[in-house]
């Protein structure tokens, strides 16, 4: 069974630190891996996408890395701000299935 | 674009009712995704449509539940009867194609009593 999987839970970090998100992936014959933003009461905001051939994706302070043969992916947040403050969740599309598989999420909190 | 449209963006009602969640996609979308959150379980697909379609139905909990898309701007999701235990937030999301950036709604958060 495919299976995604976010360490920590939760984080806690003050106002300018760089800060490293994890997310594992069971399986590494993946179409793409997406990584969303989630405010508490809101739907989900999708952050970047990394196809199979990419290494990593970056979009302003974000910055996200793929590994498919350990089953890993990270997303980098430079100079955090309590603006960061959310859920962030990692998403895997595995190969033979056209939907996504979920993991918990992070849950950030930076405190200014 | 608005984006995708849900409603009602909540739902209280007591167990045994009939629930109908709507979802209007982001036009040009042709997937359309309904998902599950709690806190016990996380984010879970119940069923997703590509061109009207349902292709994939397997994460429907039970017969209690189905999903119509009778058009390209329009899906529904139905609960009945409903049950203390479907309390969760139900989002609504579509995709240009099935492997491309979904899109999410806001979401309904349904309270069953």
């Known amino acids: 069974k495919q299976e995604v999987t976010q360490i920590p839970a939760a984080l806690s970090v003050p106002e300018g630190e760089n800060l490293v998100l994890n997310c594992s992936f069971t399986d590494s014959a993946i179409y793409n891996l997406q990584w969303f933003r989630q405010d508490p009461g809101k739907g989900l905001t999708s952050l970047l996408l990394i196809q199979s051939s990419q290494r990593e994706q970056t979009s302003g302070r974000l910055n996200a890395s793929l590994d498919k043969s350990s089953g890993r992916s990270t997303l980098y947040i430079a100079a955090s701000q309590p603006g960061d403050s959310a859920t962030y969740l990692c998403a895997v599309r595995f190969k033979g299935y056209s939907t996504l598989t979920f993991g918990k999420g992070t849950m950030l909190l930076v405190s200014p | 674009d608005a984006g995708v449209i849900q409603s009602p963006r909540h739902e209280v009602t007591e167990m045994g009712q009939e629930v109908t969640l709507r979802c209007k996609p982001i036009?040009?979308?042709?997937?359309l995704f309904w998902y599950r959150q709690t806190m016990m379980r996380g984010l879970e697909l119940l069923i997703y449509?590509?061109?009207?379609?349902?292709?994939?139905d397997s994460g429907m909990p039970e017969d209690r539940f189905s999903a119509k898309m009778p058009n390209a701007s329009f899906s529904t999701l139905k609960i009945q009867p409903s049950e203390p235990r479907d309390s969760a937030v139900y989002f609504c999301?579509?995709?240009?194609?099935?492997?491309?950036?979904?899109?999410f709604g806001p979401g309904t958060r349904l309270t069953v009593l």
């Open positions: 449509f590509n061109n009207n379609v349902p292709i994939d």
């Open positions: 999301a579509s995709s240009t194609t099935a492997l491309d950036t979904q899109y």
């Open positions: 036009s040009g979308h042709n997937s």
